[in-house]
Nanobody, 118 residues
Framework: QVQLVESGGELVQPGGSLKLSCAAS????????MNWYRQAPGKQRELVAT???????DYGDSVKGRFTISRDNAKNMVYLQMNSLEPEDTAVYHC????????????WGQGTQVTVSS
């Protein structure tokens, strides 16, 4: 079965950095668009970053210039480097994989908690 497993979330101080990882299994993630979403209590789910198979990436406005998404297709991994973290970045971060050819499918990981606090 398909699994996406996130890791790397932890408590970090404002201004600090953190790198999240997403390990995919059951799919060849190189064929999928890979995404990071986040959701904080009381807030809507927000797209953080997305990366296409060819490496083209895009970011949500709130994280542009601070976060970087990358992928290692040979390892079936995707990463999110998070710099200059702010308390507003506190959320559960979810990795997702999007199959862009019919039938379109989306897969989701269980999430990893990132808490930015002093």
């Amino acid at each position: 079965q398909v699994q996406l497993v996130e890791s790397g979330g932890e408590l970090v101080q404002p201004g600090g950095s953190l790198k999240l990882s997403c390990a995919a299994s059951g799919i060849n993630s190189s064929l999928y668009r890979m995404n990071w979403y986040r959701q904080a209590p009381g807030k809507q789910r927000e797209l953080v970053a997305t990366i296409a198979s060819d490496g083209f990436s895009d970011y949500g406005d709130s994280v542009k210039g601070r976060f970087t998404i990358s992928r290692d297709n040979a390892k079936n991994m995707v990463y999110l480097q998070m710099n200059s973290l702010e308390p507003e970045d506190t959320a559960v971060y979810h990795c997702s994989a999007t199959r862009t050819w019919p039938p379109i499918r989306n897969y989701w990981g269980q999430g990893t908690q990132v808490t930015v606090s002093s």
